[in-house]
């Protein structure tokens, strides 16, 4: 015959086909389930036909307004300054190539009808951070500067333990990372909060190009990853003190990308063209992607969301194997770049 299990619970007598604690057990796994299937659909829905807050959102009603790019004479930096200026904004440029600098400014204003200042500054020059700083923000004020995008970054030159990292390298990751992102955004932030109108236009956007590096930490890239961690808790920080008054304040993660840093030269599907991964950048501003659930961070590029997403999704346990993971390919990496350095000492002394 059929077991039925009877319980008095807070004075009703129920009457259950499976013990309580069964019922109590499916209860609790639908609705993990539940919450694991609702977090895929929006994060698939996110990736496909998600987008962010318009770059119109950013724009003065009148005028121009301006958007200050560092490290913008290649890579990601060069496409951003490049796509921003095709949106209508004027440039503030930043680099530490003075020809490269006015090469693209005539390149933007001709291309665009844009005006775009430049300021050369060496973002790894620790005597001349407050007075670089300074000029920026000087030039700043003198427009309607709307958009900060903290690009510039500096990396290992190759995948090396830390305890044989060249301390000058360390100091030239540590200052171009972190010294000077969070100085240059302590000078400009007063502008972008002072133009800026909570829930409406315009807002202002502070952009910080971040890295998978500073979400898994990278065996063999440790000081950068550390300085992309770091950058990560005061972004949301900072994110969480200017919100209310209006300003966009997201950190974005990017795994490998096409450019002089990545030494990738061919585009593949995980490994995007800077020209690609800032489009899709630009058109998902804020929006979590594959960083579903942490506040004031994305992954926009589709590949890479995929990568961040899986991880989270994956728990502590993804988490260390991808600790792993990233290790054993930063082996590869460095005994490949080893051998391509040997190559080319052969080929001087020949
Ligand atoms: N590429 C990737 O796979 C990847 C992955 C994750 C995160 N990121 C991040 O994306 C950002 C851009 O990287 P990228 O790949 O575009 O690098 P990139 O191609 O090497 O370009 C870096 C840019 O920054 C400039 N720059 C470098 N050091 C500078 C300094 N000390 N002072 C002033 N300007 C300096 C460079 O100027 P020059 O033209 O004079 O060299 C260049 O314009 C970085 O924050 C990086 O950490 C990149």
């Known amino acids: 015959m059929h077991e039925h299990y009877k319980y008095n619970i807070l004075g009703s007598q129920i009457t259950l086909e499976v013990p309580i604690s069964t019922f109590f057990l499916a209860f609790v796994g639908a609705l993990t389930l539940m919450a694991y299937a609702s977090s895929l659909g929006r994060f698939l829905l996110s990736i496909t036909v998600g987008s962010g807050v318009p770059l119109k959102r950013f724009k003065a009603a009148k005028g121009t307004t301006y958007a200050i790019v560092t490290g913008c004479t290649s890579g990601i930096g060069l496409e951003f300054a490049r796509q921003l200026a095709a949106e209508g904004f004027g440039l503030i440029l930043v680099g530490r190539r003075q020809n490269a600098l006015d090469d693209l400014a005539r390149e933007l204003e001709a291309a665009h009808k844009i005006r775009a200042l430049s300021v050369v500054a060496d973002a790894a020059d620790p005597s001349d951070l407050h007075a670089a700083v300074k000029r920026i923000a000087d030039v700043a004020r003198t427009v309607d500067t709307g958009v900060l995008i903290n690009n510039v970054g500096a990396s290992h030159d190759m995948p090396v333990d830390f305890h044989e990292t060249d301390p000058a390298e360390i100091d030239n990751i540590v200052q171009t990372n972190i010294a000077w992102t969070l100085q240059l955004t302590r000078a400009v932030m007063p502008l972008l909060v002072a133009r800026s109108t909570p829930g409406t236009a315009p807002q202002s956007l502070c952009m ?33 003190e200017v919100q209310s008054k209006g300003v966009v304040c997201t950190m974005v993660f990017p795994a490998f990308v096409v450019s002089n840093m990545s030494k990738i030269r061919k585009p593949s599907l995980t490994v995007p063209t800077a020209q690609t991964f800032v489009k899709s950048t630009l058109g998902a501003i804020g929006a979590e992607r594959g960083a579903q659930g942490r506040m004031y961070e994305s992954t926009p590029y589709p590949a890479h969301a995929v990568m961040d997403y899986a991880i989270s999704f994956g728990g502590h346990l993804a988490e260390n194997f991808a600790v792993g993971f990233v290790h054993s390919m930063h082996v590869k990496i460095r005994k490949r770049a080893l051998k391509k350095k040997q190559r080319e000492l052969a080929a001087k002394t020949e």
């Open 208 to 240: 910080t190009i971040g890295s998978l590096s500073g979400r898994i930490p990278s065996p063999m890239l440790a000081a950068y990853s550390c300085t992309k961690g770091g950058l990560r808790t005061w972004n949301t920080a900072l994110a969480a």
